[in-house]
């Protein structure tokens, strides 16, 4: 079960919880189908829970969501896209550790 602080994203949320986010975001484009998409969801769990308001942790599921998939060139998932201010400032395919992914969105605020 998901942190309850994880956002799913959608075309009709993301501008609101992503794009217009006053603290650093982390997006994780995944698939029910990816084994590695299996494997970092428990670290995401724990990174929510270690940043609380601090950051947001949203998901997209790319199957679902197609054209965030697009926007953003996915190839491959899981890929982890960091957010400040509405801009793009980091991308990451495949799995990161949790105080990888921490330090990286501290790093942000």
């Given at each position: ?66 054209d ?10 899981p ?31």
């Open positions: 079960m998901a942190h309850e602080s994880i956002v799913n994203l959608t075309s009709d949320n993301f501008a609101t919880e992503a794009e217009q986010a006053t603290v650093p975001v982390i997006i994780d484009f995944w698939s029910e189908h990816c084994g590695p998409c299996k494997m970092l969801s428990p670290v995401l769990d724990e990174v929510a829970a270690v940043l609380g308001d601090t950051a947001k942790v949203t998901k997209v599921d790319v199957m679902a969501h197609r965030l998939a697009m926007r953003f060139g996915i190839r491959a998932v890929t982890l896209i960091f957010m400040k201010d509405g801009e793009v400032k980091e991308t990451k395919t495949g799995i990161m550790m949790k105080d990888a992914i921490v330090q990286k969105l501290q790093s942000l605020a």
